[in-house]
């Protein structure tokens, strides 16, 4: 590097260390990328959007910052990295699941094949007279002994499977821990959630928590298996990410519960994005291949709270998490509060 560059490096970096600590970015190695580009005016485009959501948000948020790196910056290879790992947790995920599904229905299988293997053994025992029955019994609990043993080893292999699936995929949830996206659904994380969510509130940039939580989530993993389960979380997160706008984001919160932060929304205003959201997932199909059968009864609750001033963001989840219990035990699959 000659003297020019350097110089000319070390006057864009004075301008950008100043704007992160103004905007209370964290100094990661890829903030100081996406600030650095930003003071050297070399991509207008990315000075557009910063500038646009810092004015939108009247922030800098985690999630601004790294969905503008992603867009802007990152290089095809670390986007393709990055993808793989997500891909590959998905797949684990749903080969998980469907291993559980397995095991599962050969659980069942072998439960049966014990009960139908003691009831004709009973019957051999009462001795029946006729010796063409006799016969056939005896053929019955032959065949059920091989389809008990066959059973019990497929069974043992599946256990043996699972444990290294779920070997597998702890080594990959470890890759994981850093990131803010959500393998399977796409979306911005839990722990995206907690940093965004700090963000706003130690910045007192008003926001509003929408929750919601799938309705009856566990009828469709028990009936339909848990890659029909994945199917319903998939859609769920498709429809709200459709329904953000404004900056708002959806985040997995866990399980089949996601949550949603709408800087500068009042409650009124939340609660009418939030019944949109509603009427979305109302409209969610999704067809069992396995089965051939359709589900249509996709339903969702949801529970909305507005910050207060200086207010700690657990009181603000805790808010929005009792509207959402009130909101399941009055029925299900509406807002709440009302007004």
């Known amino acids: 590097m000659n003297n020019d560059s350097f110089a000319k490096s070390t006057e864009i970096l004075k301008q ?62 670390d986007n393709d990295v990055k993808q793989l790992k997500l891909s590959l947790t998905a797949m684990m995920q749903e080969l998980s699941h469907s291993m559980a599904d397995t095991l599962s229905d050969t659980n069942n299988f072998h439960d049966a094949l014990e009960s139908t293997f003691g009831r004709l053994e009973q019957v051999g025992k009462e001795g029946i007279s006729l010796e063409e029955t006799v016969a056939l019994v005896r053929e019955l609990l032959r065949e059920s002994q091989q389809m008990r043993q066959s059973t019990g080893l497929f069974k043992g292999q599946l256990d043996s499977a699972q444990q290294e699936i779920q070997a597998l995929r702890a080594a ?85 519960e996601f949550a949603i932060l709408l800087p500068h929304k009042s409650l009124p205003s939340a609660r009418q994005q939030a019944e949109t959201m509603r009427k979305a997932i109302e409209k969610i199909s999704v067809l069992d291949k396995k089965s051939g ?35 399941k035990q009055l029925g299900r699959n509406r807002v709440l509060p009302i007004s």
């Open 172 to 256: 990959l949830n470890k890759s994981q821990q850093q990131a803010n996206e959500d393998a399977l659904t796409g979306l911005y994380n839990r722990r995206a959630f907690d940093q965004d969510i700090q963000s706003y509130l130690e910045n007192q940039i008003p926001i509003s928590l929408v929750l919601l939580d799938i309705d009856h989530f566990k009828y469709f993993n028990d009936e339909f298996g848990h890659l029909m389960g994945d199917q319903v979380l998939k859609m769920v997160a498709k429809r709200l990410n459709e329904c953000c706008r404004d900056y708002a984001k959806a985040y997995r919160f866990g399980g089949e």
């Open 16 to 77: 950008a260390v100043p704007l992160m600590i103004k905007h209370k970015v964290p100094t990661t190695p890829t903030n100081y990328a996406l600030w650095y580009t930003y003071s050297s005016q070399q991509n207008p485009q990315l000075n557009m959007a910063l500038d646009s959501g810092i004015e939108s948000i009247g922030h800098c948020t985690p999630t601004l910052c790294e969905s503008l790196y992603q867009d802007h910056l990152a290089k095809q290879t």
């Open 293 to 327: 059968q359709r589900i249509n009864s996709v339903t969702a609750s949801f529970g909305i709270s507005s910050s207060e001033e200086r207010e700690h963001c657990m009181a603000l989840i805790e808010r929005a998490d009792h509207f959402l219990k009130q909101a």
